[in-house]
């Protein structure tokens, strides 16, 4: 057996990640249209679910950290560099599945009112990545899994309002308005309103381009502690 294929069969084998992964995400497109943003409030605030379910399947990482796994392992002949790829694709398909699942069922559900599905669908891809690198990298800096995952909330939260997922960035003060371009969700919402305003996938070049700079950033940041 892979890497690859047991990261999916661990994660899975508990119940409490199904849900997690599947239900929560589901849950979340029956919510009416919101107000600010002309779209279910499901997929405004679903960049936030997303970095969610990220941390919890990056945590994986630390706890194999924590109960030295790869020296377990390190007979066979497995590298950190192997190791980590592979949890990492196995997370990045996980994650590029719950947008599928969520977008095919948020079209089934509200119709017209999700504007360009498909556009949506590549955003909340490539955000994925995005929270994937962030989660790999704010784990690394922590030694106790349940402090990084209990202060992790409140940065997700901190983040969500200063990147303009919960309100407009508009009606900040500019300093704020200035930091707010420093954060991945800033690039989210700015991905979501030019497809509310119809544009096109060329459009969106800048908003893609600076998450998936952010997910290289964050990978780099994060990869560099070994798991040994």
Do not use: C
């Not at 943003?37 to 924590?66: C, H, K, N, T, W």
Request: aromatic share 12%.
């Amino acid at each position: 057996m892979t890497i690859f294929t047991f990261v999916f069969k661990r994660f899975f084998r508990k119940p409490s990640n199904v849900v997690f992964l599947l239900i929560l995400p589901i849950a979340s497109v029956f919510l009416p249209v919101g107000e600010w943003l002309p779209i279910p409030l499901g997929f405004q605030y679903y960049g936030l679910l997303l970095l969610f379910i990220a941390a919890r399947l990056a945590s994986v990482i630390m706890e194999d950290r924590m109960n030295k796994t790869l020296l377990r392992i390190g007979v066979a002949p497995v590298t950190h560099f192997q190791y980590l790829w592979q949890n990492l694709l196995a997370y990045s398909i996980i994650l590029i599945a719950v947008n599928l699942v969520v977008v095919i069922v948020g079209v089934a559900v509200h119709g017209g009112k999700l504007i360009s599905p498909v556009l949506l669908f590549i955003i909340y891809s490539f955000f994925s990545m995005t929270a994937i690198g962030l989660s790999l990298a704010w784990y690394s800096l922590f030694r106790n899994k349940e402090a990084a995952t209990s202060v992790f909330g409140g940065v997700v939260m901190l983040i969500g309002m200063l990147g303009g997922v919960m309100w407009p960035v508009e009606i900040m003060p500019e300093l704020l308005q200035r930091i707010a371009m420093l954060l991945p969700t800033y690039w989210l919402t700015e991905g979501i309103i030019l497809v509310i305003s119809g544009a096109s996938i060329i459009d969106l070049g800048l908003p893609l381009a600076m998450m998936m700079m952010f997910s290289i950033a964050f990978l780099l940041l994060g990869s560099r502690r070994k798991l040994a």
